[in-house]
């Protein structure tokens, strides 16, 4: 079996005129090199990689000299980074370059949003005042989406689960959206071989009508002015630069063109009708997967979203609401509101945007989930463990060596815990916090999430 052989049949020639293809080496680097593993800092949860590579187009990412056991790194878990494929942090680039740092505030739509690596990145790069939301069309995998965020740690962010369609009635509502549309696969060959068994012809054809689609539908909600950035982990140019044309075709966009240093390895690509640029990454060129992103400028106006007015709400409980307050940073800049009985929080510059987003979408998450009051002590929310607004001067906390961080993690008992403190308390490992337990004379109630420890008994030693 020649090397060729092992990708699906037609793939290869189907690639052979797509811009800057090298086969030879294409194919010596899906048979014989191990794919780079990469990650990409919090920038508000600081910390560091030392002796590791920058990514060159991303100044939080770096390259690891080898792939540890994520799952059992507290700091991983903290929120303190993400692990992220390189190519992919090319969106940091791109949000450089159009945005200079005296902007107006943006209102930003992740659309495809799970697992988390772009909405986390984007996060990043948006200031308090600006808003993501972030949504993920298929129902199972937007939990994961949402347990990224709170690691993440931000408020000014909602997380939702709607179809594309549903945002064609937030006209003009959008400054920014994100596509990174469902597609073939055939970027991510190396890294999950796998994938190639679901690759054909037909299947790309099937994508190309799927990404045009979901663009189609989205496309009212972006605001005369804004940025549409589309990529795909796809090599095919039906599904890139054909793309590209059809966007060009159908609505008024301009193609953005974005620097890049020729020693970056990226393939600049231009639609054959068009001409819109586009930025090819392939595994023997550049440090990273396959990828293809394009940004575009709306040039026309899609109108004004229809808002139904609100019901007139109850007045919230001041003195419920006073005592919550004490649990958080900075709570003047923050709009507090009750969902049953858990009290969350988000950046007042947002209380009208949420409101109306929730006339026309299902949102998973808003903000911060604070705790549930029980007379006037606050149960205190795992989101507001993991938040950059949780008041670490009202609250205890215990640090944990990395055994104990560990066992914490798993939700085993915590051995050889000296303190002779009392009440709930964040668990930190390095000084970032993990979550909650609850310390008591004779012994400690973990809160940590169920759903989030870790399930390996294996013995791992501090890394």
């Not at 392939?282 to 709306?298: I, R, T």
């Not at 993690?409 to 916090?433: C, V």
Request: charged share 25%; aromatic share 12%.
């Amino acid at each position: 079996m020649t090397q060729a052989a092992q990708f699906p049949e037609g793939f290869v020639s189907s690639l052979q005129n797509t811009p800057g293809f090298q086969q030879n080496t294409f194919i010596k680097v899906h048979a014989d090199a191990d794919a780079p593993t990469s990650v990409r800092t919090n920038p508000l949860k600081a910390t560091e990689f030392p002796n590791s590579e920058t990514v060159q187009w991303c100044a939080d990412g770096y390259y690891l000299n080898n792939r540890p056991s994520f799952t059992f790194d507290p700091l991983f878990h903290a929120g303190c980074y993400y692990v992220q494929e390189a190519s992919s942090m090319f969106i940091d680039h791109i949000l450089h370059h159009i945005y200079n740092s005296d902007r107006e505030p943006i209102t930003a739509l992740d659309l495809c949003a799970a697992p988390g690596g772009k909405s986390t990145l984007i996060s990043s790069f948006l200031a308090d005042e600006d808003l993501l939301v972030a949504n993920e069309i298929i129902k199972t995998r937007v939990p994961v989406l949402a347990d990224n965020l709170t690691r993440w740690g931000k408020s000014n962010t909602i997380v939702t689960n709607n179809d594309p369609k549903s945002f064609s009635k937030l006209k003009s509502f959008f400054d920014l959206i994100v596509v990174d549309a469902p597609c073939s696969g055939s970027g991510m060959f190396r890294k999950d071989p796998a994938a190639m068994e679901e690759w054909s012809e037909a299947n790309v054809n099937l994508c190309q009508q799927r990404q045009e689609r979901i663009l189609a539908d989205v496309y009212p909600a972006l605001r005369e002015d804004g940025y549409l950035i589309y990529s795909t982990c796809s090599y095919s140019y039906e599904e890139d630069e054909a793309v590209l044309d059809w966007l060009c075709k159908e609505f008024e966009l301009e193609s953005i063109r974005i620097p890049i240093d020729t020693s970056w390895g990226i393939v600049e690509s231009q639609s054959a009708d068009k001409q819109a640029w586009g930025y090819r990454f392939y595994p023997d060129q550049v440090k990273g997967e396959g990828l293809f992103v394009a940004c575009l400028q709306k040039k026309e106006n899609s109108g004004e979203v229809s808002v139904r007015k609100n019901k007139q709400s109850s007045k919230p409980n001041y003195k419920e609401m006073d005592l919550v307050k004490e649990y958080v940073i900075n709570p003047s800049s923050l709009y507090f509101f009750k969902h049953n009985d858990d009290w969350l929080a988000i950046n007042k510059a947002h209380r009208d945007n949420l409101e109306m987003l929730q006339q026309f979408l299902y949102i998973k998450k808003s903000g911060i989930r604070l705790g549930k009051l029980a007379g006037k002590e606050l149960i205190p929310d795992h989101e507001l463990a993991l938040s950059i607004i949780v008041n670490k001067d009202k609250i205890l906390q215990t640090e944990l060596n990395y055994e104990q961080a560990i066992a914490y993690l798993r939700r085993d008992n915590i051995n050889d815990l000296n303190t002779q403190e009392k009440g709930w308390s964040l668990m930190t490992y390095k000084g970032f916090a993990l979550g909650w337990a609850k310390l008591l004379p004779n012994r400690i109630n973990n809160y940590y999430p169920k759903e989030l420890r870790i399930l390996s008994q294996e013995i791992i030693k501090e890394q």
